[in-house]
T-cell receptor, first 115, second 112 residues
């Protein structure tokens, strides 16, 4: 399977704990995106990378959120001091650079529940 | 404020008929539009896209129409099949931003 993969698929944590999610993009894609989706809403853009450079951050990405893509391959999204409002599905997507196609291909997501 | 709007939360269509899903946008800087399909517990799956320089794009049973003056696009599925039952999201990009802006989705139900 050469699609986008995400781990873990589910995460339950207590308020105040830190969590980290991983995304492995499609191997030839140099762009990687993070989105968050809550019930009844469409995915909301958080941030994206071109290779290892983080090029854009949404205002939704508070200081408690940090994303990395150290070698331009997989990426991690960390949430520090989780709050109940962080409960959501966290989606990763990858794409080729503009000029080669704008379509973003999504992984299955990580569902976070903060208790 | 929502820049991409899907005003029908759900739509029920008989198998074999045409399904038409609608999407409106407010940001005139959007220049690329996409439709995604989502099953429960899965990530969105890319279906079809259209650039703002075109007014129609077709791929098999799926056709997307873009009316720039009305800031409106629609997805036509014909004929509709039971496996088409899912939530459909309209998304847009542009204005120098590379993150997609999504609508809230339309739940399509294909009746046998």
């Amino acid at each position: 399977d050469t699609g986008v993969s995400q781990n873990p698929r589910h995460k339950i944590t207590k308020r105040g704990q830190n969590v980290t999610f991983r995304c492995d993009p499609i191997s030839e894609h140099n762009r990687l995106y993070w989105y968050r989706q809550t019930l009844g809403q469409g995915p909301e853009f958080l941030t994206y990378f071109q290779n290892e450079a983080q090029l854009e951050k949404s205002r939704l990405l508070s200081d408690r959120f940090s994303a990395e893509r150290p070698k331009g391959s997989f990426s991690t999204l960390e949430i520090q001091r989780t709050e109940q409002g962080d409960s959501a599905m966290y989606l990763c997507a990858s794409s080729l650079a503009p000029g080669q196609g704008y379509e973003q291909y999504f992984g299955p997501g990580t569902r976070l529940t903060v208790t | 404020d929502q820049q991409v709007k899907q005003n029908s939360p759900s739509l029920s269509v008989q198998e074999g008929r045409i399904s038409i899903l609608n999407c409106d946008y407010t940001n005139s800087m959007f220049d690329y539009f996409l439709w995604y399909k989502k099953y429960p517990a899965e990530g969105p799956t890319f279906l079809i896209s259209i650039s703002s320089i075109k007014d129609k794009n077709e791929d098999g049973r799926f056709t997307v129409f873009l009316n720039k003056s009305a800031k409106h696009l629609s997805l036509h599925i014909v004929p509709s099949q039971p496996g088409d039952s899912a939530v459909y999201f309209c998304a847009a990009s542009g204005e120098g931003a590379d993150g997609l802006t999504f609508g809230k989705g339309t739940h399509l139900i294909i009746q046998p």
